[in-house]
Structures are given as structure tokens and as C-alpha cells.
């Protein structure tokens, strides 16, 4: 038996594949990348983060062309990406996942409802009477990397059925967020622009129920569907999400014609071997069964599933940190405090650490003694409570309200530090309710990804 060569850029890589198979490292990174926007535009180069994105930045086609600075090509265009994956991940959770089940949906759907709702309501209440009153989507949000990445570092200690529950709420919150922003931060709508853009999305229906699954047309009629919803005053983003659910989610055979093809070709392609020796590269018999292998892979595998996987490394480690990047570089200058203060900034830091932990905890109880849910095995409601703190974990999702809400305004960077100050509080917070209410798990349940 042969051994397997060990490929010198192999070793090289390998630890940076082990972090990135860690399910905390998208959460670490971002912490990183937050931290170093925030050092850079408080440091004495300051003024070059503030230069740097603001470069602008002109991609154009004949008469046709988009003029806009990086902050914006990253907010508007690489964040409709994250939309793309945020809307893949809620169609399988609503195919397959915890939100396929009423029942098992109940307690997510309620918790999530409770946490936008009520850190909402708080936030008004605060900012009433103030031109910061129209950022009361803010405390909304939930960062599912962020708060998954805190629960991750808990290792043995977090019951796998409170990560199930908490990956629920997110979804459901990212459902919110969408809604909210598709609904309420919009500007002047072009109906021109939005109704070529309808034509693009039946063009990607049509093409989903025509049976191609290839990613390729899906992603040219995405990107006229993006550039329409640009141009029209509803916010690109969202395009994202109209995208995704558009996207094959079921096989274009079924598992079992896969296994008995599959076992054929690889029967062809150990008898080609002895015929025409071992080396793939000068054996066509095995080139032609190798091939005929991925077209059966490519099509038992769900488009859905597929795209998926293949965008949320770039997504996790990529667009995400570069919008951390981007957006979390807020100068705190000797008014500190007074912008701390700031009633934008309380309503943000009451609606995230206050509103979160209550209403998911509150609607939680109210679903389980209804009847209507159940609590998931293992899980507590001090865990539940502690999950309703990781949910006030907004960051992400919460900054790109924030700057649909304030645009260039003063009162951004007012929201950002609330945002900033909340996030961090509220993921300690979390981590430590979780950590003193559970031991590690033992026997038979093993960590997701084990060191």
C-alpha cells in the first residue's frame, strides 16, 4: 500500500486550515479585525484610514458606470454576498434545518421575535423626540459569527442543543434584519430599476425550474439583479437574499441511481488501470471514469449545498473582516464619555444588553409553557439566558444599520461605539452565564471540531 505523499506547501498551510476549521476562528477574526480598526483611526495615522475608504473607486462599461468609495463598494457590493449566504443558510434552515419543524421552529422563532421586539421598543423609547429615533433597527440584530464564535470557545461546556438554538435565533434575526432594511431603510424607489429587476429574478426562477444547476448563469443574472436593486433605492443587499432563493436546493438524481453510477465508474476505473497502467495522466480510460465521477458528484450535490460551502470561507474570512474593517474605526477623541452618553448610544447599549437578554429569555418561557415548543435536551434555561446575552452581540448586521440609518451623519459614529461597547460586554457576559452554569460534556458528545 502506498504512502501518501506529504506536499511540501502542505505543511506551510496546514495550520492555517486548522484555525480556519475551528467554528470560534470567523469570531476571532473579527474581534481582530475590529480591534485594528479601532487602534488605526485613533493613532496618529489616523487621517489614512479615513483616506483609504474614502478612495473612490469607478467600474464602468461603455456609457454605463458606477462611480462610488471603498466603504460603499464593500457595504453595498461585498455585503451582498453575505446576504447571498445569509439567504442560502435560511432556505436550507427552512428546507431541512430547525426552522422546517413548527414545533422545533416555535422556540427559535419565539426567542428571535422577543429579541428584536423588545430591544426595538426600548431603544424608542429612549431616542423619542430625537433625530436618532430612526435608528431603532440597530439593537435588532444579531451577530451570528460573532455569537457562535463565543459559544465555540466554551468547547465541552455548551450543550450542542443550545448551538442548534442559537443558530435558529440567528437565522430567524437575520429574517428580521432583512425585512426591516428591505422595508424601512430604503430611500426614494426607482419602480424603472425595481421593475427590471423583477425581470431578472423571473429569469433566475426560470432557470431554477428548468433545472440548471450550474452557479455560473445564476451568478450573471445575479449581478443584473444586483445592479438593478442599486439603482432603484431598495438596498442591493437584498438582492443577496432574493438570489439565494432562487437556488436549487434538491439533487438532480436521487442517492441511489449516484451509488450504483458511482460504483460503475469506479469498477471502469481499476479495470482501465490494469490494462493501461497506473498513471492517470496517460490512461484515457481512467481521464473519461474520472470524469463522468464529477458530473455525478456535481449533480447528487445540491446547488444549494454547493455554493454554500464554496462562499462561506470567503464570506467568514474575507468580506466580513474587511467590513469590520471598514466600518469599526470610530475616533473616540476626550469626549468619551459624552458620546457614551449620547442617547443614541444609550438606546443602542440598553436595546443590545437589556432588551436581548429579556425578550429572548421572556418569549422563550412563554413558547415552552404554552405548549407550543419544547426545551431542546441537555440545554437550561440559565443557558437560554445566557444565550439571550450572546445574542445582544450585534456588531455586524447592527453596524450596517447603523449606516443605513445615519448614513455619513454625525450620530454614526455615536452608533458605532454603542454597537462596539455592547458587542464586547454582551459576548463576556454570554460566555461567562454558560460557562459557570455548565460542566464539560462527556462520553459519547464530541466537540464539532475537536483541537
Not at 484555525?19 to 469570531?27: E, I, T
Not at 429569469?203 to 436593486?229: D, E, H, Q, R, S
Not at 437556488?247 to 438532480?252: G, K, L, M, Q, R
Not at 468580506?319 to 471598514?326: D, Y
Request: proline letters at 5%; hydrophobic letters at 50%.
Amino acid at each position: 500500500m502506498g504512502v501518501k505523499r506529504v506536499r511540501p506547501v502542505e505543511k506551510i498551510v496546514r495550520p492555517f486550515q486548522a484555525f480556519a476549521d475551528r467554528a470560534s476562528s470567523g469570531g476571532i477574526l473579527l474581534i481582530v479585525t475590529a480591534i485594528v480598526a479601532l487602534v488605526w483611526s485613533n493613532s496618529p495615522w489616523g487621517e489614512s484610514y479615513t483616506g483609504l475608504w474614502g478612495t473612490e473607486l469607478s467600474v464602468g462599461l461603455g456609457p454605463f458606470s458606477i462611480e462610488e468609495d471603498l466603504t460603499h463598494w464593500i457595504n453595498d457590493g461585498l455585503m451582498a454576498v453575505f446576504f447571498l449566504v445569509v439567504g442560502l443558510e435560511i432556505k436550507r434552515e427552512i428546507l431541512v434545518g430547525e426552522l422546517s419543524s413548527p414545533r422545533r421552529a416555535a422556540l427559535p422563532l419565539a426567542a428571535a421575535v422577543g429579541g428584536a421586539v423588545l430591544p426595538a421598543l426600548i431603544y424608542v423609547l429612549i431616542t423619542f423626540g430625537t433625530e436618532g429615533v430612526s435608528g431603532w433597527g440597530i439593537p435588532m440584530a444579531t451577530d451570528i459569527a460573532f455569537a457562535l464564535g463565543v459559544l465555540a470557545l466554551l468547547g465541552r461546556r455548551a450543550p450542542l442543543g443550545l448551538k442548534v438554538f442559537l443558530t435558529a435565533l440567528a437565522i430567524v434575526d437575520d429574517i428580521l434584519a432583512v425585512l426591516v432594511i428591505a422595508l424601512f431603510y430604503t430611500s426614494d424607489v426607482s419602480w424603472g430599476a425595481l421593475a427590471l429587476g423583477g425581470v431578472f429574478l423571473i429569469a433566475l426562477v426560470t432557470t431554477n425550474l428548468a433545472g440548471v444547476g450550474k452557479p455560473l448563469p445564476y451568478g450573471l443574472l445575479g449581478i443584473g439583479l444586483w445592479l438593478c436593486f442599486l439603482e432603484s433605492g431598495v438596498h442591493a443587499t437584498i438582492a443577496g437574499v432574493l438570489l439565494a432563493m432562487t437556488v436549487p436546493a434538491s439533487s438532480f438524481i436521487d442517492t441511489g441511481v449516484f451509488l450504483k453510477r458511482s460504483r460503475g465508474l469506479l469498477d471502469r476505473f481499476e479495470q482501465a488501470g490494469e490494462q493501461g497502467g497506473d498513471p492517470v495522466l496517460c490512461n484515457e480510460e481512467r481521464q473519461g471514469a474520472l470524469h463522468a465521477l464529477n458530473r455525478a458528484n456535481e449533480d447528487v450535490e445540491p446547488p444549494l449545498q454547493e455554493l454554500e460551502h464554496a462562499l462561506h470561507p470567503w464570506v467568514v474570512f474575507a468580506i466580513m473582516p474587511l467590513f469590520a474593517l471598514a466600518n469599526a474605526g470610530v475616533v473616540l477623541g476626550e469626549d468619551f464619555t459624552s458620546t457614551l452618553l449620547n442617547p443614541v448610544s444609550v438606546g443602542i447599549l440598553a436595546g443590545l444588553l437589556l432588551g436581548k437578554q429579556v425578550g429572548v429569555t421572556l418569549f422563550a418561557w412563554l413558547a415552552v409553557k404554552s405548549g407550543i415548543s419544547e426545551m431542546p435536551q441537555g440545554v437550561t434555561w440559565l443557558h437560554i439566558y445566557g444565550a439571550g446575552w450572546l445574542a445582544g452581540i450585534g456588531f455586524t448586521m447592527s453596524l450596517f444599520i447603523s449606516d443605513l440609518a445615519f448614513a455619513e451623519g454625525p450620530l454614526l459614529d455615536v452608533a458605532k461605539l454603542g454597537i462596539l461597547t455592547a458587542s464586547i460586554i454582551a459576548g463576556i457576559m454570554g460566555w461567562s452565564i454558560i460557562r459557570i452554569t455548565s460542566a464539560p460534556r462527556t462520553g459519547g458528545e464530541e466537540e464539532e471540531h475537536p483541537d
